[in-house]
């Protein structure tokens, strides 16, 4: 075949493939329709007042229609678990209402509403293709400012917790109110919480750890966790850890904190804490927030850890 023709030929094929791109948006987003508009039994629970806000901002009822604000309400609302802001937030990506459509970004949002026990959306969820999930900026935030500076910087500050943006100040109040309890200081908490998950409700690590307090299946099942994404089930299930390893450990905060992250096992194995740098640093970085290496702690909870009851290597952290 001659250069120029093969060249023309090649034009409708290339034409084709962005057609047939076009076609896929097209039925996928039918296919959403379809999907959300399925007999599914009415919501058992009114909607939250920030989704209730961004919803009217969304269609404009009541107020001047405003995606963008819309957008930002949910993603307030999806930071603190809410499965309905994950969904209508994943709604709006993947139908591009106001903002970008994102069908990666959608599909990440509707897998968390789905894990948040949304029905809806792990019926939507099962349009999209696994393994191109990724999260909109607004959830994606950076790991906490205190990492990697020296032990005597971040002790000049006088309270790390003093001056918080809203939706941390929101968990931290929540955190305020349980921890007592438990009977763990809630600084202890919020240190954990800050070196886990730097307060993002959805977080999910690649060993499966979930939510503020980042509890593993086991250990949710072991301090019957329903739902690690909702903030004040995770909070629970985090503080009766805690409370059960400062009662193993006789409230020694450093074994408390290397066997929260490493596991108590590993933490008896070693006599100390394990010398894995990751665990190291994680127990450097909650003593440094919360500033003492000695917790109260309630001897009926647990029976102590042969750690304790005899003498250990000295440790360097």
Not at 72 to 82: E, K, P, T
Not at 219 to 240: C, E, H, I, K, Y
Request: hydrophobic share 40%.
């Amino acid at each position: 075949m001659p250069p120029r023709e093969r060249a023309r030929s090649t034009r409708p094929r290339r034409s084709a493939t962005r057609s047939r791109a076009v076609a896929a948006g097209v039925l996928l987003t039918a296919a959403l329709v379809a999907t959300a508009r399925a007999e599914d039994p009415p919501a058992a629970h009114p909607f939250s007042p920030r989704v209730g806000e961004a919803i009217a901002y969304e269609h404009g009822e009541g107020v001047p229609k405003d995606p963008k604000k819309a957008a930002d309400l949910y993603c307030q609302a999806a930071r603190d678990g809410d499965a309905d802001a994950l969904f209508n937030l994943g709604w709006m990506y993947a139908n591009g209402r106001g903002i970008g459509r994102d069908y990666d970004v959608a599909a990440s949002l509707f897998e968390r509403a789905a894990a948040a026990g949304h029905v809806q959306a792990a019926k939507v969820l099962s349009l999209f293709r696994e393994g191109h999930a990724r999260l909109p900026d607004c959830l994606a935030e950076p790991p906490p400012a205190i990492e990697g500076l020296p032990f005597d910087i971040v002790r000049a500050e006088p309270d790390p917790f003093a001056d918080l943006p809203p939706y941390k100040q929101r968990i931290a109040d929540l955190v305020t109110k349980v921890a007592p309890s438990y009977g763990i200081d809630p600084r202890l908490a919020l240190a954990v919480i800050t070196v886990e998950s730097n307060f993002d409700v959805l977080a999910r690590s690649e060993k499966d750890a979930r939510g503020l307090m980042q509890l593993i299946p086991e250990t949710a099942t072991r301090f019957r966790v329903r739902n690690p994404f909702d903030a004040r089930d995770n909070v629970r299930g985090g503080l009766s850890y805690l409370r059960w390893l400062l009662a193993y450990y006789r409230g020694e905060v450093a074994l408390a904190a290397a066997a929260y992250n490493a596991g108590e096992k590993a933490v008896d194995r070693y006599r100390g804490v394990p010398p894995y740098d990751e665990t190291r640093d994680y127990v450097r970085r909650v003593l440094q927030l919360f500033r003492s290496e000695h917790h109260p702690y309630d001897p009926r909870v647990a029976d102590p850890s042969p750690v304790v009851a005899g003498p250990r290597p000295q440790e360097r952290l």
